[in-house]
């Protein structure tokens, strides 16, 4: 139960982010997302991108689906509890507009905000928050799909392109573990001379 609470949590913060990006826009609003993840890794709350690096038991693979239910379920929350989610359908609607239109592209820019998101939380748990600061920005203003964070901007602007967002989620879980995977390329290399 305290899973589903710490995970329930851990969509709220984005979910905040997700409004307060779109109603602030820009550098600011990029700048201010990054209170989300820095919350979630100082208090321990459990979110999809940050543990989809550091799954290394079966079981760990597998609590990753009902994690991001109980994310997308604490979106949904903080979007409905928002009081300006009409003010900022236009900026959603943009958003989404802009995955709609990169189709089946959207899982690369979507394994990048992944490969960025392991390194920022990885760096804030040894104590190194200034990459999870300039990561997150980074991301959200180049405009990279988060899986958990776009289930604001869908909500808001009332349009759930499903696929995009599954699409969204595999290129998330791709970067989430491309250091795990180079990683073990340069130990099997290591192995062979």
Not at 21 to 28: A, E, P, Q, V
Not at 66 to 87: K, Q, W
Request: hydrophobic share 55%; charged share 15%.
């Amino acid at each position: 139960m305290k899973k589903v609470y710490l995970s329930v949590l851990a969509g709220v913060a984005i979910g905040i982010a997700a409004i307060c990006n779109l109603k602030s826009g820009g550098i600011i609003g990029a700048s201010l997302f990054a209170f989300a993840l820095s919350a979630i890794v100082w208090n321990k709350w459990i979110l999809f991108t940050g543990k989809a690096g550091f799954a290394g038991t079966r079981k760990e693979w597998f609590e990753l689906v009902p994690m991001l239910f109980y994310n997308a379920v604490g979106v949904v929350l903080a979007v409905y509890m928002s009081c300006c989610v009409e003010a900022v359908m236009p900026a959603a609607m943009k958003l989404v507009e802009a995955r709609k239109a990169a189709g089946f592209g959207i899982i690369l820019p979507s394994i990048l905000t992944g490969l960025i998101m392991t390194v920022s939380v990885k760096s804030a748990r040894e104590g190194q928050w200034i990459p999870l600061l300039l990561g997150i920005p980074t991301f959200v203003m180049s405009g990279f799909p988060h899986c958990v964070a776009d289930i604001a901007y869908y909500c808001v602007a009332k349009e759930y392109p499903i696929g995009l967002w599954v699409l969204s989620i595999i290129g998330n879980f791709i970067g989430c573990n491309l250091p795990t995977i180079f990683r073990f390329i340069k130990e099997q290399k290591t192995e062979k001379c």
